[in-house]
């Protein structure tokens, strides 16, 4: 059953992770996580940058995808390229600001309450989702060298426009099963099964990935890996130009806590006790620590 709670203080959301941490460990569930999402308007839904609507649009990037990451690797190579795991090129993308279809999530419980207080709007109440991820029902972490992961990851090589016979796919992507778990199930893959392939990339994936930037390492990172929506047509399975996000009555969420818009500031600082800042979690921005130097002269100087 999921919990819903109000937050007042931060000493409240601590008791309250503390709680729910505490239950994890008397369940005794092998391979089980928690992982939690911040969000700093309670109107967000639980989707990926490359899936959200854009402004004044009834469409999203979704349909860009390919050419987005084809210009960035075609201009900043050195810095953009596919390496075994196609999970780290996602990533490397995500941290630079290309929107991918991966969403966010940490392990650390301050950190997702910072980016939920993250815009000091009183006008917009936040929220922390707390996702368990159990062995027990057969869902777990998976990681960059997971087989399902690196699937999703190469959706954006696809050659053709949505809808997109899933058939196809693996022509369109270079498979390398060398190093990658699951490698039995890579085989059948191979040999177009289609019924495993697309059992294996219709849910989002919670992955743990390679920390390749200390932001990520301070952020304690992970992310959900969404795939697109699929659709039967003829009796042949296509991609369609749709990711949907996950509903936040979804079961993995085992608590939806909201952060009032009123006491964010007020948590923020609090969570300046406690080393979260956003120098602390955004070390290699100089333009976010040469920010922070000033705000905190300005706090010396009472302006």
């Known amino acids: 059953m999921q919990r819903v709670e109000t937050i007042n203080s931060i000493e409240e959301y601590v008791k309250i992770i503390s709680e729910l941490s505490e239950q994890r460990r008397k369940d005794h569930i092998r391979e089980d996580a928690l992982l939690f999402r911040g969000q700093a308007n309670s109107e967000f839904e639980l989707l990926p940058g490359i ?23 075609g201009k900043n190579p050195e810095i953009f390229y596919e390496d075994k795991y196609s999970i780290n090129l996602l990533v490397k993308l995500q941290h630079f600001g290309i929107p991918t279809r991966l969403l966010d999530v940490t392990y650390n ?59 196809n796919f693996l022509n369109d992507v270079n498979i390398d099963i060398t ?5 039995e199930e890579y085989r059948k893959l191979l040999k177009n099964d289609i ?47 749709c990711i949907k996000p996950i509903s936040k009555e979804d079961h993995k969420i085992i608590a939806c806590l909201t952060i009032p818009g009123k006491i964010k500031k007020e948590l923020l600082d609090k969570l300046e006790f406690f080393g979260i800042t956003e120098e602390f979690l955004f070390p290699d921005s100089a333009d976010i620590i040469c920010k922070t130097i000033k705000e905190n002269t300005h706090k010396r100087l009472g302006i």
């Open 109 to 167: 419980s301050l950190v997702a309450l910072y980016f939920a207080c993250i815009d000091k709007e009183e006008a917009h109440d936040g929220e922390v989702f707390v996702f368990k991820i159990t062995g027990d029902n057969g869902e777990y972490v998976h990681y960059y060298n997971d087989a399902s992961v690196n699937l999703m990851s190469k959706t954006y090589k696809k050659k053709g426009q949505y809808p997109y016979k899933i058939l």
């Open 51 to 73: 899936a959200r609507t854009i402004p004044n649009s009834n469409s999203s990037l979704l349909g860009y995808e390919s050419d987005m990451i084809s210009k960035a690797i």
């Open 195 to 241: 019924s495993m392939l697309v059992e294996r990339t219709k849910d989002p994936i919670f992955v743990s990935p390679v920390e390749l930037s200390e932001r990520q390492k301070r952020q304690q990172g992970a992310f959900i890996i969404f795939p697109n929506d699929i659709k039967e047509i003829e009796n042949e399975a296509f991609f369609t130009a």
């Open 179 to 183: 190093d990658c778990t699951n490698v």
